[in-house]
Structure formats: C-alpha cells, structure tokens
C-alpha cells in the first residue's frame, strides 16, 4: 500500500509514513509528491521523523523540498569538494567570504547576511547591491521570465528596506542567425528569446521607474538552449534605518500581490536541467510579473523604512512563504505561527501547500512589533496595497503552521536549515589548447570593420533604448555616451541629492575564455569590472559574483567551477576588493549541452565627485591618445579569432599586482585633472576601443603602432586585436603631458597616437601606413548589426 | 506673489515614476510642493489650496488602456469639478509625459471649446516603439502661453524623451483644419528640431515618436494648461546633459532649467 494516505482533514492534506521506507519507497514518495530531494536527503528526513516518531506531513515535506534546493541551498558551494590540489570545505566560505576576514574592509556595512550586500557610501548612508539571475523561466517564457527576475531583485533591495535607485541586467543570448533546423525539440530560437527577455526587462524597469544603468548583451552558441539572463539592482539605505532584530511576539505580516498557482516549484525547476519536455511539465513554474504592483509596495516600504516601523524583513521569492516565513524565524533563534487562510488568493481550489510553496510575485514579508502594527497598515492602505498578519513569532524553533485552525505542518528550524552537506569530488584540469595558424590579413581595416560589426562588439542601442536609462534624474553618465551614443564604461549615478559623491557600476563577463580556461577567466572578467570602472573615475571597489554553469554533478563542469573560484580568491585578494554579494545558478543545461562557464562581475565604485566624471568619447583635437598597459600576443578566445573562426588557447593572463599600480595612478592622475578621456581595451582590443573613441567624439586619430608597449614583437592584426588585461587608451592635453607621464611613472604607459580634427582613423607603423578609415564607415560597421534587426 | 509662497500641487498614482525630479526643480525655485497620492487628493478635494497643479510622467496604473486613460477617468469621477474649477480660474497646469497625455484623456488638451468630453486629440503609438533618447524641441509660442513667456521664440531645449506612446496625433479627416486652429489660437508649445535647429520633418529619430508636424506639446488656447511628452525636469541640472565632460565639469544647471523658470516667475507675476 502507499505510504501517501489522505489525512481526516477537511482539504488537500496528506500524511506521509517514513518509518523504516525502504529506498524504493522513497523514490516513489517523491515521484507522488513532484519533489527534486537527493537520496540522501530523503534519508536524513526519513531519519529525522524517525526520531520525532509521527508521519510527517505532504506539507512538511514541499517546505524540506523548498528549503534543500540547489536554488535556496547552495548546496554546491556549501558542500565539501575533494580536488587534487586537497579537500575544499565549502567554496562560498573558502573563496569568498574569507576574503572579508582577511582585507577586513571597515566599509563593509553588511555583507554575505541579507537579501543584499551592503557598502558605506557616506558617513551615515549605505549603498545596496545585488545581482540575481532568471535563466530558465526565461528559456520557457522570455517576457514573463525576464520581468519576474527584475522584479525579484529590486525586493532583494527592499529586502534590507533600501530605496531602490538603478538597475543592471545582462542577457546571454545564442547567435541571432542560429539556424532554426538546428533548433532541438523545446529550444526556442535566439531571435524570439532576445526579443521577449529584453521587452520583459524593459516593461518592468520602465513601469516601477528605476534606470537601467549598466548592462551587456553576451552571443555565444552555448547559450542557445539555455539563456542567461543577469538582473542587477542597487538602492540606498540610512544606516539607522537598517534594523534587523526580530523578537518574539512581533507580528508575521505579509503584503503585495496576491498568491496564486504561479511559479509552484520554481526553486525545484531551477534546480534541473532544460528538456523537451520543460514547456510542459514547469509552464507553470514561471511566475506572472505586475510591476506597478511593485511599485506601489515600493513606495510603502519606502515610508515604514524611514519611520523605522519594522523589526525585520525579506522578500518572498524562491520558496514562496516556505522559505520567507521559516527563514525570518531561524536568523533570529525564534518559531512562528502562521495561518495560511488569511493569505489573499488571486486563485481558487488552490491546496494550502500550493499557497504555502507558492513564488507569486510581488510580495513582502515583515516583521512588525505590536505597537507599530497600525500604522505599518495604514502606509500599505495609502499606497492601496493588500496586507495581513499572517501569524506572531515565537521562542519555539518550530515553525507551526495552521490552516482553517488545523495544524498541517510542525517543522523543525534546526532539522530544517541544517541538511546533510553534499561531498563531490573532481580531478579535472583544463586542457592545454593552442592558438592556431592564421594568415595575416591583407586589409587590417576591413578587418577592424568586421569586428566591430560583430554581435558581441556591435552597438547595443536597440536594446539600451528600450530601457529608461535616467529616471529620477540621477544618471550622470549615461550607458550611452553622447549624441553619438557611444559605449560608455560604465555608468555613475549621484544617489544624494545634497552630495557630489556618486558611484560607478560596471561589469565584466567573457564566455569565450571560460571554454579554453575557466581560472584566467574569471581573473580576466574582474579586472575587466575594475577596469571599467576606473575609466569613469571609480574606485575602492566591491565586486558581486554571480556564476551561471553547467550540472555540477558531473566532473568536468564541477572542476571548472573551483578553478573559477581559486582565481576570484587570488585576483580579489591582490585588488584588495571583497565580494559582497553573489549568487550561483547551476544546471543550466539544455539538449543543447551545457553554458560556457560563465561568470559575471559586477563592480561597485567610489567617485568622490562626480563633476569630475571621465567619459569615454575623444573631446579635443591636438590632444595626445596614451596607452597604459602592456600588450601582448595574447587572442585565445578574442573576438579576432571567433571572426576567423577559430577560439584558440592563448586566452589574457593577469598581472594583477601591476594593474593594480596603472589604475592608483591613473586615477591620481583624474583627480589632478590631467585626463580628458579613457575607454579599456576588452573585446577587440586596441583597435576596437580606439575606433569607438574617435567615432564617439567625432574627432580622427593618427595611431602610430610602433609607439604600443609590447612584451615580444607580433603582427599588425595581433597587435592591435589582442585583448590583454590592464590595457586603457586616455586622452591628455597637450600641456598637461609632463605631469601626466610623472604621475603614471612606474607604470608601462606610452603616447601612441594624436587627436585630429579630420574624421579619420589613420594607423601607421615605423611611419608606413597600416590602414586608414573613415569614422563615417567604422560608426556605421558598428551600428548596423543590431540597428536592422527590429 | 512672493516664490516661498507658491504652493505646487504634484499628484500621483500607483505606477507614477517621474514626481521625485519634478518636486526636486520647483523646490530649488524655493516654491512649497506637496507630493500627494491621487486617493488622497480624492478623499480632501483641496485644489483650490494650491497655486499649480503637475501631473508627472509614469506609467499610471500600468497604462494597460491608453496611456493616462484610467487615471484620467478616475480623476474625472472623484475631482472632476474640482479640476474645472481650478482651470476656469487660470491658475496653470503642467501634464509631462503620462500627465500630458492624462490631461488629453481628460479633455483638457488641447480643449478648443474648453473642457472637451471626449479627447479631442491622441498620443498614439511612437513610431519605434519605447524610446528613451535625448531630442532637442523649439519653443514655438507667441506669448499665449504665459507659463513659457520667459523663454525667448525660437529657444531649443535639449533634454530626454521615454515613453511609447508619444505620438501626437488630430483626426485624419480634419487634421489640418485642427492644426491651423492650434496655430490660430497660438497653442503650439514645442516642436521636435535636428541639430541645426530646423523642423524635425517627420526624420527620425530626431521626431523620437512620429508626432504629427513634428509636436512635442501643447497648451489650451487659454495658454494656462500645458502637456508635452519630453522630459525637461531631467535636463534640470547641468551634470544630467549628455555631453557635460565635453566641457570638463559640468554647469550648474541643464536646458531644462529656463523650462522651470519661466513657470515659477510666470505665477509670481500673475498671481
């Protein structure tokens, strides 16, 4: 006979026998209940309600579900992993949150605690960040998928009962011209997931009114049957106005949107690779987005945020209640009662465990003291937003919860939150790869066109466009550059309106390394963050991880992870930058194979005074371009070999001690006001940035390859597509020349070219022309690809 | 009237998104501004308390009819004589982006015979869909409108549309009966222009949204209601122009500072 039986209850409610079920039954239990649990751990909850000697309940186990998933978890970076290099006890705590112990950054308000990390901005106002991603609910459903993932991080913002004031996002796409024959069975085409992630996106960020700042749009066939989609958000929180101590007998109060049957078993589906069948089996697990919804909870958490009306918060997401309600009583060593028939419905016939593991979207939970409970109402009903007390914590550790007066579940905290830690081991390497023979090109400039009509390098305008980039009126530099709408850097927003202090956010992420080598992968995509950021004048950084891999149950992709990990350590430790945030998101993986080990960087920077901003566009003619940084022959995984069709081994190295160095005296060097301009050297090297300055400012160049630091002699095209870190072009005045090489001495930085008037890009070497332009055909070479696809 | 004792009315509704920059120029002027819920403002119907009324850009309620359309009902039914009230006695009205395009649902723009029942005119469908970019538009009044009568003819404004719905459209069958009757009656606010200052011409993406001949807003022919879909409250300052570091530090204030201006020493004047 099953071990599922109905309970005498008058609803949906099953009892479950666990005594002595043997791992047939345990199979099936799941199976009955749709549960994602391992073996293992259907044994330590068999072995857990053993010991309390009673059945447990369907509702208990959805909750264990929830709370065990890889999703809410983590239990890949939380497991202990044996490599060859010794046992790794943890990767989170290893690689990242050691980093906290050991640079002791006094300016770390919060972080690895919350929905959110939290950095000092002022003396008594901190800045709130954090990444999230959303990567298979936009495989199934792109609008629905990309909009909820937005939505979910802006209330991990409100989530520390921060304001929130910007907005990033990242999409990673398969090639738009991806042949439909070659689509498997499920996978939905490039060109229809790219259309419907980025109007999601835009629709949600535009309707809640928060900017879109900082972004990126990432081509690469491995993301074809498994999209990535990174959303960011950033807000501002007084520090006094950061409370967190929940005691007993305060109020569980819930509030936004209603509950329904979306997004049931979300954290589970995340928790899986893509199949054919996803459509069917978890349509349903895509949660339905309301942004102005969002909105109005927004300015409601504003107002009992600043009246400092709460004693605790979180947003619910992954888990629904489950994990939110559970969660909020653990951190703080209490239990909770709640009464799941108070919570409003937006759907009918819908089983309490339904409500209790629903991931309908826009919804808060608080924790309210009695005496401010009145008022916390009266905000939310000002605002016309639904709200109710679920329920009271409690000094219990059980989290009880009722529904039409009956109890259907009694859960554990302890059992609940301290699941068995999983053991993996791998033993691989990357393999050695080597860059391939290619003849040199006869027309260098006809090549320089090509690449920057790439769709990794080409302009993102018709994507950027679709997103409000300065509401609220605080974006200083814009994502796009000038009327000629050049790719800025980063952007920098002034969160204070009583204050020139403003921060830069800038990212890096760069598939094409991860498939040759996942260590100088992950070194290349921070410096990349960093070194965006200190094109605008950014600096004492805080950098988010956000990785997006493959199954980690296999070897190769579980041993590419840790190398990515070792190289977040040693790079962060020398930049002297701790994370603050992160987040995985494993299993991405379709039919199709696996994603490239992806990584995603996300820099947040100082600058002391935004009037003192640098952008990236050429702003004088007569002035002098500089090169800091060495070059070397280093295109494994470039744009310059995808375009000859190759991906090569010789992927950048990184001297971060050096780097480290350019950047402090490159940033003395703005602050002196030497510097008119600065654009890094990334995809396409040399060659692209210096076409996007030029054709940006509308002012030609006259570049003299003789004059770039190299480390050993190489080829034209090598020379200047090359994409070696720590590389950044600056614009300096001609009177200022002096005292700029004084305060970049030290450091490898050269005078490679001079700014003209005549819209030219003009390349020579020894005094022989290389190739020459116009900055009418680069800008147009550079606009296109994206401008015609509408 | 003296600054300090101008009293600004900003309304607001779920999906409002733009008040914060609005609030932010008149308070630099010194003016007093209450930011207030539009319930709220439905339960106290105390227009007459204010000097000026604004109607910033949004999303209200999502736009899920026509842009402002449920918003513009709903002021209709809770505050509409209020609202009448308040124009019949000249005291201005400012509708950006959502708020223009609310006050042409409720029959205020352009309101040839005054308060219209139905809408007279339509921000349609923008030619490119969501667009957020910096246009530049010329102040093309004659002194109607006394709101903009501190901006010379002919001034150029540099400053950002967003919407998706922009496209300034009369109906196709008497469509240019209509437009001279806005020129006859002096109602043409601003026009979309290129660089070098000339008309726009229906090119994008200097006309951001296909407006017809190139509008951007719109008074009523009593020139004390005005609507225009840009954004000159985030052109308000000089570190939010887009090409600032051309200059090296940015100026003080942005081309939508003379916008807010004229508004301000307008009502001291007048009132």
Not at chain 1, 375 to 393: P, S, W
Not at chain 1, 735 to 757: H, L, P, W, Y
Request: charged share 25%; glycine share 10%; aromatic share 10%.
């Amino acid at each position: 006979m099953s071990r599922v039986t109905e309970s005498s209850l008058p609803f949906s409610h099953h009892l479950v026998d666990l005594m002595n079920a043997t791992d047939e039954e345990l199979i099936e239990i799941k199976e009955t209940l749709g549960l994602g649990l391992s073996l293992d751990e259907l044994h330590y909850i068999r072995d857990h309600y053993v010991l309390s000697e009673r059945k447990a309940t369907d509702f208990e186990l959805q909750t264990f579900d929830q709370t065990m998933s890889e999703h809410c978890g983590h239990k890949t970076f939380a497991g202990i992993i044996d490599t060859p290099e010794g046992r790794i006890n943890g990767l989170l705590k290893t690689y990242f949150k050691s980093l906290i112990d050991e640079l002791k950054p006094d300016w770390c308000f919060s972080v690895f605690e919350d929905n959110a990390g939290l950095v000092d901005f002022t003396d008594d106002v901190t800045i709130a960040i954090k990444v999230e991603t959303h990567n298979h609910p936009s495989a199934i459903e792109p609008f629905g998928g990309a909009a909820t993932g937005l939505g979910g991080v802006i209330r991990d913002i409100l989530g520390v009962w921060a304001n929130p004031i910007a907005n990033t996002d990242v999409l990673c796409f398969g090639p738009l011209d991806y042949p439909f024959e070659k689509l498997p069975p499920g996978v939905k085409h490039p060109s229809y997931l790219f259309k419907g992630v980025v109007d999601g996106i835009g629709s949600y960020g535009n309707s809640i009114g928060i900017p879109t700042v900082n972004g990126a749009t990432v081509f690469d066939e491995s993301y074809t049957g498994n999209v990535l989609v990174y959303a960011g958000c950033i807000g501002v929180l007084p520090k006094d106005q950061y409370k967190r101590g929940i005691k007993a007998g305060d109020y569980c109060v819930l509030a936004g949107g209603r509950t329904g049957f979306d997004g049931i078993h979300g954290v589970t589906f995340a928790s899986l690779e893509l199949s054919e069948e996803s459509e069917d089996t978890s349509r349903s697990a895509v949660q339905v987005a309301n942004p102005i919804e969002e909105e109005k909870v927004k300015r409601a958490i504003k107002q009992i945020s600043d009246q400092k009306l709460g004693s605790g918060i979180t947003d619910i997401g992954g888990g629904g209640l489950s994990c939110g309600v559970c969660e909020t009583a653990d951190t703080y060593g209490l239990g909770v009662d709640a009464y799941l028939d108070r919570v409003q419905l937006k759907a009918e016939d819908i089983a309490p465990w339904e409500i209790w593991i629903s991931e309908s979207q826009e919804r808060m939970l608080m924790a309210v003291p009695p005496e401010n409970l009145e008022k916390v109402k009266a905000i939310f009903d000002a605002e016309q937003v639904e709200v109710t007390v679920l329920g009271t914590y409690n000094e219990s550790r059980h989290a009880k919860i009722y529904y039409q007066d009956e109890l259907v579940g009694d859960l554990v905290l302890e059992s609940l939150f301290n699941p068995p830690k999983l053991h993996r081991t791998t033993n691989w390497k990357p393999e050695v790869m080597l860059d391939p023979e290619v003849p040199e090109p006869e027309d260098v400039g006809g090549v320089l066109k090509k690449l920057l009509a790439s769709y990794q390098i080409c302009s993102k305008e018709k994507v950027i466009r679709r997103y409000d980039q300065e509401v609220k009126g605080q974006t200083v530099v814009k994502p796009l550059q000038g009327w000629n709408a050049g790719p800025s850097d980063a952007s920098v927003i002034k969160p204070l309106h009583d204050n020139w202090k403003g921060i830069s956010v800038a990212s890096g992420i760069n598939p094409k390394y991860g498939k040759i080598d996942p260590y100088w992968m992950a070194a290349s995509v921070i410096d990349e963050a960093i070194r965006n950021s200190v094109c605008v004048g950014g600096r004492r950084w805080a950098l988010l991880d956000n990785f997006a891999w493959g199954n980690p149950e296999y070897e190769d992709r579980l041993g590419s992870l840790v190398y990515a990990c070792r190289a977040c350590y040693d790079v962060a430790k020398i930049y002297k930058t701790p994370f603050v945030s992160g987040k995985d998101s494993l299993y991405n993986e379709s039919p199709l194979g696996p994603v490239a080990p992806t990584l995603l960087i996300t820099s947040l920077g100082i600058l002391p005074d935004i009037r003192k901003a640098i952008t990236m566009e050429l702003k004088e003619a007569g002035n002098a371009l500089y090169l800091v940084g060495v070059t070397k022959p280093e295109i494994g995984g470039s744009e310059y070999l995808h375009l000859r069709g190759e991906l090569g081994g010789s992927v950048p190295k990184l001297d971060a001690e050096t780097n480290l160095k350019a950047y402090h005296r490159l940033l003395d060097a703005m602050d002196a006001g030497l510097v008119r301009a600065c654009h890094d050297c990334s995809e396409g090297g040399l060659g692209v940035a210096v076409a996007e300055m030029a054709f940006t400012g509308g002012l030609g160049v006259d570049l003299d390859l003789s004059k770039v630091p190299v480390s050993e002699n190489m080829r034209d095209d090598i020379l200047l597509f090359s994409e070696s870190n720590g590389r950044l072009l600056v614009e300096i005045p001609v009177g200022k020349i002096t005292e700029f090489e004084t305060a970049m001495e030290g450091s490898a930085v050269s005078c490679v070219g001079v700014i003209k008037s005549e819209e030219k890009l003009t390349v020579t070497k020894d005094g022989k022309p290389v190739f020459e332009e116009t900055l009418e055909e680069l800008m147009g070479a550079w606009k296109t690809p994206l401008e015609a696809k509408r | 009237m003296k600054r300090e004792d101008i009293k600004v009315l900003i309304m607001r509704a779920p999906g409002t998104n733009c008040d914060l920059e609005a609030v932010r120029s008149f308070e630099d002027f010194g003016a007093k501004v209450d930011l207030i819920h539009t319930q709220k403002v439905f339960k106290d119907k105390n227009l007459d308390d204010y000097d000026m009324i604004v109607f910033p850009g949004g999303f209200s309620y999502g736009d899920y009819v026509r842009s402002g359309a449920i918003w513009a009902k709903e002021c209709e039914y809770r505050i509409g004589p209020e609202l009448e009230t308040f124009v019949d006695s000249g005291k201005p009205i400012v509708g950006i982006c959502n708020g223009f395009q609310q006050l042409v649902e409720m029959g205020y723009l352009p309101g040839w015979e005054g308060h219209s029942l139905y809408p007279e005119a339509a921000l349609g469908n923008s030619t490119h869909g969501y667009q957020n970019r910096w246009i530049r538009m010329k102040y093309e009044g004659k002194g109607n409108c006394g709101m903009l009568s501190g901006l010379e003819e002919g001034h150029v404004i540099q400053c950002p549309v967003a919407h998706g719905e922009g496209r300034f459209i009369l109906p196709p069958e008497q469509r240019e009966e209509l437009l001279n009757k806005l020129y006859d009656q002096d109602m043409v606010m601003f026009r979309y222009v290129k660089e070098d200052g000339s008309y726009a011409d229906y090119d994008w993406p200097e006309n951001p949204n296909g407006a017809y001949h190139d509008i951007a807003g719109i008074s009523n022919p009593e020139g004390t209601v005005l609507g225009l879909m840009p954004h000159p409250e985030r052109a308000y300052y000089g570190y939010l122009m887009p090409e600032w570091t051309k200059k090296g530090a940015p100026e003080i204030y942005g081309d939508g500072f003379p916008f807010f201006k004229s508004i301000v020493e307008y009502i001291e004047r007048k009132f």
